[in-house]
């Protein structure tokens, strides 16, 4: 028998577990935050088409932008690649600055990336961008650990090139050993 749907179960629990942790440590910081992300200052926010079309106003058919923007004539912050759009360096334009908070928040048209950053499940372990503000690492330790459950221990590995990212794995504690 295969222990698939074991993992398929617990990678759902992973993801529902950071995604509630965003929805009760970060989402609630973000207005208050002093280097919000969506100011793409250090991300790079992955784009479909119809984002970019929306965010950035474009009127024209996307094979004319492209032209252009391969020309060096379109908005500087954005770069196509893999038939997707990427934008840095500049603020996402559906961040209002004034209010602090996102123009789409709630809708299909915001961007995926968006939703997952700081903290989403990625095949089977959790990871985290310790640059936003609004993580703890101890504290999403703990979430992970209290929504997985005591059979189950958390680790967390910082990468090596990108000290920031770390990931957060999920094992299957040892049963103690018993004397016999």
Request: proline share 8%; charged share 25%.
């Amino acid at each position: 028998m295969s222990s698939r749907p074991h993992h398929r179960r617990l990678d759902d629990e992973l993801a529902a577990a950071a995604a509630a942790y965003q929805a009760s440590a970060v989402i609630p910081h973000c207005p208050q935050c002093s280097n919000s992300c969506c100011r793409l200052d250090p991300l790079v926010l992955e784009l479909e088409w119809k984002q970019v079309r929306t965010f950035w106003q474009i009127d024209e058919a996307r094979a004319a932008f492209d032209r252009r923007l391969a020309a060096g004539n379109g908005p500087q912050e954005i770069r196509a690649g893999n038939g997707l759009y990427y934008a840095h360096g500049k603020p996402c334009p559906a961040f209002d600055e004034a209010c602090g908070s996102c123009r789409v928040y709630g809708q299909p048209i915001k961007p995926a990336g968006c939703s997952d950053f700081p903290v989403y499940e990625d095949g089977g372990s959790v990871v985290a961008d310790l640059r936003c503000e609004a993580v703890g690492l101890e504290a999403l330790k703990d979430w992970i650990a209290k929504a997985v459950g005591p059979g189950f221990r958390v680790s967390s590995s910082a990468d090596e090139n990108f000290p920031f990212m770390v990931t957060l794995t999920v094992k299957k504690s040892k049963p103690p050993k018993t004397r016999g």
